[in-house]
């Protein structure tokens, strides 16, 4: 027998008891005639003495030990004497009488602990040794656990979970495809799927009614912090069922998961429409730790003889409390060229200081008197000690910079706060996006989504413009300002997708060669049907507070798309190309 316990449950109740524990050395110290040893296992770390005086067979084995040994050993459970209240099995210590070395170990490249000196790429490498830090297990353990109830509270509720292949057909449509080739169809390849969207649409088709998946996606895109090229989606679709239903039962999901791996109970979400999202806080997925929410200044600002506001199409706000006093000329003038920076792109930034001392201090009081000045503050509710960031230009654009400018204060004045989550359903997106450059509409969601019922007839028949307008039953649950799941009420119908295909510049041979198999399956008694995914990674990484989905991930890939530990991508042999039937050009 390896071990009776294991290395995080012995308690002062043991103490007296004779056991084995089994682990890797994290850490040993010489105290006179003592070592003590600490030993690490998932569940914790126990600490282990030896007797080298009275033992000294005992003890010249135990001087062998290095970091990361994996040792057996035998001993009593006794009390410490000093007591380490951080641990949970600090109250005691094991007297070992006998030590087995069951394999011995490099000295590591970086330390294991919850602080390391190793760098990304080598941690990396060594995934294996990272994977041994605590904080990392710990992600992992979580991760393990959200899977697990997941597919505990979808079984309850009736869901099938079902697999969908891996090597599918390519489609052009939204990210890159990563390709494999077909030894025994030269010259065609497969896809890896972007998601299972089509194949769990047939599977309604094919009355399964209720499906989930925890399922890898590939999207072959140039990879910004936080992507993965390959990652996990909670992938969930459902028959017969309206938009609230697929609401309802997702955010019991999601109420369920909290509740069971961080013992949150989350209130009701809340709904706000895409409209109203970025009217309120320029973005369709807003943070709600804080408020900070934005005040439309048109009827006040524009038309008193300031050039850039008259000139603008939107003049907005927001109001950030008791900052007033906290920024000099020199901090705003850093915040305005923060701003300015290309990624963000503002030409300039006003601000208004109502100063606890009652006066009003502002870089376009040139312009305004200050019972305007005040009259704006009243908009925003603004108090002494308070100050005003004004933004002003063309709506979008305004908007989405005033959306970085809220989420940078709110990072600086510590509004984000970790433990406390704000989930949101983000609704009625737009159906389809103009494209400038391209000049051709794209899917806002993904070319599935159904327009909402009042808008099929408008599809249908109306002109380019009415395209513009037409509303989605689509849906995104937004938590703490990341996107963790979205989805729509998809499309049933042939002729409502062939004409959602057409607008989006698909030719009818072009649309018929990719989906022709999903609009043939309409053909024979298609129900009406929805659904959503979950960013698995992300969602487990938003509920520990975390930023990076990276560490949620076993074996995940770094910026360059690269496997460190196995090194992949890599060449592949001559022989293997030619069966492949593939000449390289590089
Ligand atoms: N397949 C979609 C996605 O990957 C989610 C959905 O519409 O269910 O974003």
Known sequence: MYRTHNCGELRLEHAGQEVTLSGWVQISRDFGGLKFIDLRDRYGITQLVFDTEDNPTLGHEARKLGREFVVQVSGKVRERTSKNP????????????????????????????????????LRMKYRYLDLRRTPIQENIIFRSKVGIETRKYLADEGFLEIETPCLIKSTPEGARDFVVPSRMNPGQFYALPQSPQTFKQILMVAGMDKYFQIVKCFRDEDLRADRQPEFTQIDCEMAFVTREDILNTFEGLTKHLFKAALDVSLPDF??????????????????????????????????????????????????????????????????????????????GLVYVKFEADGSIKSSVGKFYSEEELQSWGEKFGAKKGDMLLILSGETEKTRKQLNELRLEMGRRMGLMTPGVFKPLWVLDFPLLEWDEDSERFHAMHHPFTAPKLE???????????????????????????SEIGGGSIRIHDRALQEKNFKLLGFTEEQAEYQFGF???????????????AFGFDRLCAIMSGQQSIRDFIAFPKNNQGKDMMIEAPSLIDEGQLKELNIKLTV
């Not at 999903?518 to 959503?532: D, R, W």
């Open 86 to 121: 951080n641990r949970d099995t600090g109250d005691i210590e094991i007297e070992v009488t006998d030590l087995k070395i069951l394999n011995a170990s490099k000295v590591p490249p970086f330390t294991i602990e919850d602080d390391t000196d190793g760098g990304d790429d």
């Open 270 to 347: 809340p709904r706000m429409s895409y409209d109203e999202a970025l009217q309120r806080y320029g973005s369709d997925k807003p943070d709600l730790r804080f408020g900070m929410e934005f005040v439309e200044l048109n009827d006040v600002a524009k038309g008193k003889g300031f050039p850039v506001f008259d000139a603008a199409e939107l003049v907005v706000g927001i109001c950030a409390e008791g900052q007033a006093g906290e920024y000099s000329n020199k901090d705003i003038k850093n915040l305005t060229e923060w701003m300015q920076r290309p990624q963000i792109g503002a030409k």
């Open 455 to 481: 808008d099929v007839a408008k599809m249908m028949d109306g002109d380019h413009e009415t395209m513009k307008s037409l509303r989605a039953d689509a849906y995104d649950l937004v938590i703490n300002g």
């Open 518 to 532: 999903l609009m043939g399956a309409f053909e024979y008694g298609a129900p009406p049907h929805g659904g959503i």
